[in-house]
């Protein structure tokens, strides 16, 4: 059941998130206007992305080494998938959540939460923290379209996972099993709502009606929720960052998406913010990729002043053949010079003993240029962050 806006106050009351300072208990990460903090401390968030850590029937050694080759670049944080949603357990590998019609089941087993329990205790033994990302807004491992379909039938409106009640209520059912079980693990930096929220997904099924108020009021229901049940964790979006500004015909900056960067990030339970940085993947290259890139670090950087919270760069990629190194300079160079409290890379690679972990062309392994790269700038970020 959708929670009624006078629960949401209460819970906003609640929780006391009207300061910018997020204080969190000992060993939490915490954030202090724009900065994340430690144990009082500033704590430079920098790493990388690894959603298929959990997922792809890794034993406890390969995720340790996993973890190792991330650390051994002066990584402290690495962005993960907390969701696979599931039909069949047949062949199904990992996975949290078994759909039969509109019941879901967690699954709490080896393959399932007490897998995840080893994705912790990897991280943790190599000095990692973990953003978790609870849902996808693509049918990659499940997603919004499994609630909708399963829930209200197959080829609804991608965009009813925002609005109807059944569905939020599921999603809220599983978010809580996860709040609930690690509610007490500082290895966990934070919980994210879902990874790169649109109003659309990867159908073509849409009400026609949503806008960045349907999304925006969502963030403020599931967040508002969260904090109900976690108050030692911090909550982002997980989203790309489009912003929506008037008069703007470019679709990252005119709320066609269903995004307002700046509406979400001045939510009191949101705690950071995020965005994404694919200009070849969304027709962004003009006058150049690069240029592009450094602009849209530059405005976020903008609505992290404003509403004084940290904001991480989160995803960002270019393939080797596309200027890679000059430009993954350019972007690191302008994160840190230009203030951004954060950034992790699109994607972290390792060469294990089982074979290498997934390659999408962005993966980078150990031993590589941008590899040698990301030791060099994660030293610039940590000896910004404690001049």
């Excluded at 106050?9 to 954030?31: D, K, Y």
């Excluded at 849209?296 to 995803?315: D, F």
């Excluded at 999408?360 to 030791?375: A, K, L, Q, R, S």
């Amino acid at each position: 059941m959708k929670l009624s806006s006078s629960f949401v106050s209460l819970a906003l009351a609640a929780v006391a998130l009207s300061n910018p300072t997020r204080r969190a208990p000992a060993g939490f990460v915490g954030t202090d206007g724009q900065a994340f903090t430690l144990n009082g401390e500033p704590f430079t968030v920098f790493g990388s992305n690894s959603y298929w850590v959990g997922l792809t029937g890794l034993t406890t050694d390969e995720m340790d080494v996993t973890f190792q080759n991330i650390a051994t670049t002066g990584a402290t944080a690495v962005r993960t998938w907390g969701f696979n949603d599931v039909n069949t357990t047949v062949d199904a590998g990992d996975y949290y959540q078994l759909w039969t019609g509109a019941t879901a089941t967690i699954n709490y087993g080896a393959t399932g939460l007490e897998n995840f329990d080893n994705v912790v205790a990897a991280a943790k033994a190599n000095n990692i923290r973990l953003i978790v990302t609870l849902t996808n807004n693509w049918d990659n491992y499940g997603g919004m379209d499994v609630y909708v379909n399963q829930i209200l039938g197959y080829g609804q409106p991608h965009d009813y996972f925002y609005s109807n009640s059944e569905v939020i209520t599921a999603y809220q059912n599983y978010v809580k099993v996860w709040l609930e079980r690690y509610i007490d693990e500082p290895t966990i930096l934070g919980w994210e709502l879902a990874n790169e929220p649109r109003c659309t997904g990867s159908t073509s099924a849409t009400s026609g009606t949503c806008t960045t108020t349907t999304i925006t009021d969502w963030i403020k229901t599931m967040s508002a929720y969260m904090k109900t049940i976690d108050t030692n964790h911090l909550i982002g979006l997980g989203d790309e960052g489009w912003f929506n500004w008037s008069n703007s015909t470019d679709y990252s900056y005119d709320g066609s998406q269903g995004i307002d960067f700046d509406a979400n990030l001045a939510i009191d339970t949101i705690d950071f913010g995020t965005f994404h940085l694919y200009p070849y993947t969304w027709d962004e290259e003009t006058p150049s990729a690069m240029a592009f890139g450094q602009t849209w670090i530059e405005n976020h950087r903008g609505a992290q002043a404003t509403y004084n919270k940290p904001v991480l760069m989160e995803e960002f990629g270019v393939y080797a053949a596309q200027n890679q190194t000059e430009t993954y300079e350019n972007w690191y160079s302008t994160v840190v010079d230009g203030g951004l409290t954060g950034v992790l890379i699109w994607q972290a690679g390792s060469n294990l003993t089982s074979g290498p972990t997934p390659d999408d062309g962005f993966t980078i392994y150990p031993d590589t240029p941008v590899y040698y790269m990301e030791e060099t700038y994660s030293a610039q970020l940590k000896a910004r962050d404690s001049a």
